[in-house]
């Protein structure tokens, strides 16, 4: 079973910004797409984007193009990076694998906090 691990959260100043990265704890040999979802405080889970293997980007309509999603295939990792973050981005950032029928795997997240 894959395990996903986030970092790179924390508590940042409006304004601020933040690098997740979101590693994979084997080597996918198949397709696959990792994706980056946030849950905020009382609201359902999101999704951001997505990456595919050969580094092809798709983004929810509702994402700002302050959010950047990149990945590295070698080393089974992806990122999610975060600028002109404001208290409304305050949330647990997740992410997911999908590769195969049945084959979907997701970290524990980690929590983005904009606060002053």
């Known amino acids: 079973q894959v395990q996903l691990v986030e970092s790179g959260g924390g508590l940042v100043q409006p304004g601020g910004s933040l690098k997740l990265s979101c590693v994979a704890s084997?080597?996918?040999?198949?397709?696959?797409?990792m994706s980056w979802y946030r849950q905020a405080p009382g609201k359902r889970r999101e999704l951001l984007g997505s990456?595919?293997?050969?580094?092809?980007?798709n983004y929810q309509d509702s994402v700002t193009a302050r959010f950047t999603i990149s990945g590295d295939d070698t080393k089974m990792t992806i990122f999610l990076e975060m600028t002109s973050l404001t208290p409304e981005d305050t949330a647990v950032y997740y992410c997911?694998?999908?590769?195969?029928?049945?084959?979907?795997?997701w970290g524990q997240g980690t929590q983005v906090t904009v606060s002053s």
């Open positions: 084997e080597r996918i040999p198949s397709f696959y797409v």
């Open positions: 990456i595919s293997r050969f580094g092809n980007v």
């Open positions: 997911r694998i999908d590769y195969g029928a049945g084959s979907e795997y």
